[in-house]
């Protein structure tokens, strides 16, 4: 098991102190400020890989749409850490394949070969406000952008056509650092999108905050399946890694936690997930999708956060180092190869959620490294890219 960290840079809780934009200004300016001290703390502390997202419109949620932004200066001021695009949104709305190419490589070639390239189609909130499909259309433009990435890579000069996308030929630069190219990774949501991963021989970006370890394991072992039916990979480098992630915060003293607001922060975040659910992704998903989502929702929306229930279940992981290690273990059991611990969230304290990183980075990560891993990214990896 390798320790990761996952951003979606949540600015501050509101209400803010100023009038509008000025508070979400400030908010915002503060969040990034703090994540990119945490970010350069976790690279000398031992982390594997920092997440950085792409969302758009997350109000409250996340301020950072443009991930290749972030991780091209995290390229220049961290040493060891590998930055994941988590991930960067296909469907050719969102944006055109020969951007994706460049931008990826790009921070590529600034960081010597650091790349991981998670890969996605978001939700019909997004999808819907920049034109893209909100139905099975968008998986299949999320595949034929994989591919035009990686034409774009290992060709000279490429060009493309079909009833999705033309493009004439043109050469792509800057070709990717690490060789032939990043690793790749599908986010996944249902056993179907797990299953997709491994049948294209693809690591899987999974997340364990809504259901048991139990059940995201029973989704790894359908990932597993499909990966050892996989025969030629979408991309030209095999994947078959596991990234999990959920909210991790370990401290000295968890009385203490709960008096600077750990408790607190973690009912706001399923809070504000259901929340934010409500008012934008249920209006965009039909009656059956809304019927199977409400009901997960329901107890969030009514103030009833059940936390002794997501502790007891280990679907978040809190506590001290010892009590951490403990779940963080179990997470390893299921099948997990790197786990994105999600930091920064509600109304934590800086100082704290860096208490929190040097914690893991002095008493968790050597415990994890002592056992070995099953795969180890710097030693599959690394090698292709200083080739």
Same mark, same amino acid.
């Given at each position: 098991?390798?320790?990761?960290?996952?951003?979606?840079?949540?600015?501050?809780?509101?209400?803010?102190?100023?009038?509008?934009?000025?508070?979400?200004?400030?908010?915002?300016?503060?969040?990034?400020?703090?994540?990119?001290?945490?970010?350069?703390?976790?690279?000398?502390?031992?982390?594997?890989?920092?997440? #950085?997202?792409?969302?758009?419109?997350?109000?409250?949620?996340?301020?950072?749409?443009?991930?290749?932004?972030?991780?091209?200066?995290?390229?220049?001021?961290?040493?060891?850490?590998?930055?994941?695009?988590?991930?960067?949104?296909?469907?050719?709305?969102?944006?055109?394949?020969?951007?994706?190419?460049?931008?990826?490589?790009?921070?590529?070639?600034?960081?010597?070969?650091?790349?991981?390239?998670?890969?996605? +189609?978001?939700?019909?909130?997004?999808?819907?406000?920049?034109?893209?499909?909100?139905?099975?259309?968008? +998986?299949?433009?999320?595949?034929?952008?994989?591919?035009?990435?990686?034409?774009?890579?290992?060709?000279?000069?490429?060009?493309?056509?079909?009833?999705?996308?033309?493009?004439?030929?043109?050469?792509?630069?800057?070709?990717?650092?690490?060789?032939?190219?990043?690793?790749?990774?599908?986010?996944?949501?249902?056993?179907?999108?797990?299953?997709?991963?491994?049948?294209?021989?693809?690591?899987?970006?999974?997340?364990?905050?809504?259901?048991?370890?139990?059940?995201?394991?029973?989704?790894?072992?359908?990932?597993?399946?499909?990966?050892?039916? #996989?025969?030629?990979?979408?991309?030209?480098?095999?994947?078959?890694?596991?990234?999990?992630? *959920?909210?991790?915060?370990?401290?000295?003293?968890?009385?203490?936690?709960?008096?600077?607001?750990?408790?607190?922060?973690?009912?706001?975040?399923? +809070?504000?997930?259901?929340?934010? *659910?409500?008012?934008?992704?249920?209006?965009?998903?039909?009656?059956?999708?809304?019927?199977?989502?409400?009901?997960?929702?329901?107890?969030?929306?009514?103030?009833?956060?059940?936390?002794?229930?997501?502790?007891?279940?280990?679907?978040?992981?809190?506590? *001290?180092?010892?009590? #951490?290690?403990?779940?963080?273990? +179990?997470?390893?059991?299921?099948?997990?190869?790197?786990?994105?611990?999600?930091?920064?969230?509600?109304?934590?304290?800086?100082?704290?959620?860096?208490?929190?990183?040097?914690?893991?980075?002095?008493?968790?990560?050597?415990?994890?490294?002592?056992?070995?891993?099953?795969?180890?990214?710097?030693?599959?990896?690394?090698?292709?890219?200083?080739?």
């Amino acid at each position: 098991m390798k320790l990761d960290l996952l951003y979606e840079f949540q600015p501050k809780v509101k209400p803010w102190d100023k009038p509008h934009p000025y508070g979400q200004r400030e908010a915002e300016q503060a969040t990034y400020d703090e994540a990119i001290e945490e970010i350069q703390l976790a690279d000398k502390l031992g982390f594997n890989t920092v997440w #950085c997202v792409e969302h758009h419109f997350r109000d409250g949620r996340s301020a950072c749409p443009t991930p290749e932004a972030v991780l091209g200066g995290l390229a220049l001021s961290t040493e060891q850490i590998r930055l994941g695009f988590g991930v960067t949104l296909m469907p050719f709305g969102f944006v055109h394949p020969a951007r994706i190419a460049e931008k990826v490589a790009t921070v590529d070639v600034l960081s010597h070969g650091r790349v991981e390239w998670g890969t996605g +189609r978001s939700t019909p909130m997004e999808q819907i406000a920049f034109g893209v499909p909100a139905n099975d259309l968008s +998986r299949e433009q999320w595949k034929e952008a994989v591919e035009i990435v990686v034409g774009m890579w290992e060709s000279e000069r490429f060009s493309y056509e079909s009833e999705n996308l033309s493009f004439p030929e043109r050469m792509q630069t800057p070709k990717p650092y690490q060789d032939p190219h990043p690793p790749a990774w599908l986010a996944a949501s249902s056993e179907t999108s797990a299953a997709s991963a491994g049948r294209y021989g693809m690591g899987l970006l999974s997340f364990a905050l809504m259901q048991p370890v139990a059940a995201m394991a029973h989704q790894i072992d359908v990932y597993r399946a499909a990966q050892a039916e #996989c025969i030629t990979p979408l991309t030209r480098v095999r994947n078959d890694r596991v990234g999990a992630y *959920t909210l991790v915060h370990c401290c000295d003293d968890i009385d203490e936690a709960a008096g600077y607001g750990l408790w607190d922060s973690v009912g706001w975040w399923y +809070r504000h997930l259901a929340e934010f *659910t409500l008012e934008w992704e249920l209006p965009n998903l039909t009656k059956e999708e809304q019927d199977a989502v409400f009901p997960l929702l329901e107890d969030q929306l009514a103030g009833k956060i059940d936390i002794n229930r997501y502790t007891d279940e280990d679907m978040i992981i809190i506590g *001290t180092p010892e009590e #951490c290690l403990e779940k963080i273990l +179990r997470y390893e059991e299921a099948g997990v190869d790197q786990l994105l611990c999600y930091v920064q969230f509600g109304t934590l304290p800086h100082e704290k959620v860096m208490r929190n990183l040097e914690l893991l980075g002095t008493q968790v990560i050597p415990r994890l490294e002592a056992r070995g891993h099953r795969v180890d990214a710097r030693a599959s990896f690394g090698a292709a890219a200083n080739a």
